[in-house]
């Protein structure tokens, strides 16, 4: 998830929840960009790997494969950063009648 998107994510969170609320967004905040991180650092070292050199092939192959999964991971983190956002956003709305009795 683009740094800009995740901040307007997290900021639409109220900021009244509780500790153990806060913990696990601040947990899936930080998998979420360690994720996208470690995708940066991955796809340079392939970059570099491609230019050629001694075995360059083999780890060539073996950072194309790593990359792979953290792009995978990384959709899957964000949908569970998104969820969580929602469930704590969700604020549950009591129905009333006209004359006040909650539906």
Do not use: F
């Not at 998107?5 to 360690?34: F, K, Y």
């Not at 194309?64 to 953290?70: K, M, S």
């Amino acid at each position: 998830m683009h740094p800009h998107r995740m901040h307007q994510l997290v900021s639409s969170v109220p900021e009244g929840i509780g500790a153990d609320h806060r913990a696990r967004l601040l947990v899936h905040v930080q998998t979420s960009a360690g994720c996208r991180a470690r995708i940066v650092r991955v796809r340079g070292e392939l970059k570099e790997a491609l230019e050629g050199g001694d075995g360059a092939g083999e780890r060539a192959l073996n950072l194309a494969c790593e990359l792979d999964g953290l792009e995978r991971v990384q959709q899957r983190v964000d949908g569970w950063l998104t969820a969580l956002v929602e469930e704590l956003t969700h604020v549950p709305r009591t129905l009333l009648y006209d004359d006040g009795v909650p539906v």
